[in-house]
């Protein structure tokens, strides 16, 4: 009874661990949930066990975090609903091997390590995340240190970033459940108070890397189209219209459109339509960032921005880098899967790593699209040249594949921990939610009500300088992190063999 006691107590951990992701406020509950996990590893007598309990506890958090894929393979793919939901939980069971396998290891090598196995904990935890994130393109969702924008370890992101956030987050949880366990004797509290102390210093060094430049104003666009009406010629007509007067109404410095809002190739719209954008802001102080695929048959396809202004020089053009499995490109021997569903231009071409930015009256703007805003250290690449540096990004999504769930409240909170990382401020111009302007502190300082069709106009404050993490993940990557990692595994290793 006490062995699958544990199991369900490992499910339950996951599933409220999941529940800190699209509400900010919940930020403790995941340190609670992954206390109560490593509680329960920490009595697990043999590696397999614990890695069986860390398998339980992913496969639940992340089921619980992104069971809304369900919703895009099933009503907007035609998947049926087992299926949908097989695939969700097969997704979910595969990449929590990666914990399963870092709880093997922290059972295995923990025996001896007595006081400091927070210190291990934290380490194979941070190698579990940093592999989900990284291998096979990644896939970073609902990542631990996501729970903690607007928790006191937000203000460890412009030195760490996410993960190492998730770190500190797992080596407190660690550390209190060894503290609980130990029966409150002193030594129990050193690794706590250590972790504690870390956090205090972070957070009483002055932290404003980035300082004010110039500000604009934005308006963003939000059509809240529904996915199925997407490419429907019934309602087309009407979005492309809507679009084109509110581009053409746009009187701020700046106006973007939610990704691929015009959902065809230029060569594919109505005649002169794409001419009369063009036309348009030619002519006009206004600029704009317009979500548009662009290419054909031969040349191959790409999910694009384009930038349109007052110049004679040729248009900006910035292509996707990081494609979505499945949405964007067809993994290797998944095929098959795929053309089970309805999904229309569903392999793109990628764009390069480190695009230059869109300029606006001297500020420096630097796109991204959707899935890509989880990847800060591929955003950071564009620091390398700090007089090239951003001043702002802009990110453009399309969550209708997602509906009516808690997918665009989390899109939300990893846009705002991004913010944080670099101090700059985050525009999003969304389909159906949530379009918002986010200051450098990752505050959200304007937002549109998800699912209603509007216009957002407001000013945005630009910001140049380099964070700690922009610095050192522009130059390294995550490499800083995984090096960390291996080198604290490392010390355990010694530490035993003595």
Not at 377 to 405: H, K, Y
Not at 483 to 490: N, P, S
């Amino acid at each position: 009874m006490r062995r699958w006691a544990d199991l369900l107590i490992a499910a339950l951990a996951g599933a409220a661990h999941a529940l800190a992701f699209g509400n900010a406020a919940l930020w403790w509950l995941q340190l609670l949930a992954l206390a109560v996990l490593v509680w329960r590893v920490n009595g697990a007598a043999r590696p397999a066990r614990a890695a069986l309990l860390g398998w339980i506890f992913g496969t639940a958090w992340l089921v619980g975090g992104t069971w809304w894929l369900f919703v895009s393979m099933h009503r907007y793919g035609g998947l049926p609903a087992w299926l949908a939901g097989l695939a969700v939980l097969l997704l979910a069971g595969f990449l929590s091997l990666y914990l399963a396998l870092a709880l093997w290891w922290y059972v295995r090598s923990s025996a001896r390590t007595r006081l400091w196995s927070p210190v291990l904990f934290a380490a194979v935890w941070l190698l579990a995340e940093l592999a989900r994130g990284v291998l096979f393109t990644g896939f970073p969702w609902v990542a631990s240190g996501y729970a903690h924008v607007d928790g006191p370890l937000g203000t460890l992101a412009p030195y760490v970033g996410v993960y190492g956030i998730g770190f500190i987050a797992a080596w407190i949880a660690a550390a209190a459940a060894k503290l609980i366990g130990s029966g409150s004797r002193p030594r129990g509290w050193a690794p706590l108070l250590t972790a504690l102390l870390l956090c205090v210093v972070a957070s009483a060094v002055p932290h404003d890397f980035t300082v004010p430049t110039r500000t604009l104003t934005v308006t963003l666009l939000q059509g809240n189209v529904p996915q199925d009406e997407k490419f429907s010629q019934e309602h087309l007509p009407r979005v492309l219209e809507w679009y084109a007067e509110e581009l053409e109404a746009a009187t701020a410095d700046l106006v973007v459109t939610p990704e691929t809002a015009i959902p065809l190739l230029p060569q594919q719209l109505p005649p002169r339509y794409w001419e009369g954008r063009e036309l348009h802001f030619a002519q006009s102080e206004t600029a704009a960032l317009i979500g548009i695929p662009l290419g054909d048959f031969v040349e191959g396809y790409t999910n694009s921005v384009v930038g349109l202004k007052n110049t004679r020089a040729p248009h900006y053009r910035y292509d996707k880098f990081h494609l979505v499995p499945f949405g964007e490109f067809i993994p290797f021997g998944f095929r098959w899967f795929v053309q089970m569903m309805n999904i229309p231009l569903g392999d793109f071409d990628r764009g390069p790593l480190n695009p230059p930015s869109f300029e606006v009256l001297g500020e420096r703007i630097a796109p991204n699209i959707c899935y890509e805003d989880l990847f800060g250290e591929e955003l950071a690449a564009r620091f390398v040249v700090p007089s090239q540096a951003p001043t702002m990004f802009v990110n453009v999504s399309n969550i209708g594949w997602f509906g009516d769930t808690v997918a665009v409240q989390q899109h939300l909170q990893i846009s705002r921990m991004r913010a944080l990382e670099f101090q700059l401020p985050m525009l999003r111009a969304t389909n159906t939610g949530a379009t918002a302007i986010i200051d450098h502190t990752g505050r959200v300082v304007q937002e549109l009500a998800p699912f209603t069709r509007g216009v957002l106009t407001g000013p945005v404050h630009g910001r140049a300088g380099l964070t700690p993490f922009a610095q050192w993940a522009s130059r390294a990557g995550l490499w800083p992190l995984v090096v960390l990692g291996v080198a604290l595994l490392a010390l355990s290793a010694l530490w035993r063999r003595r």
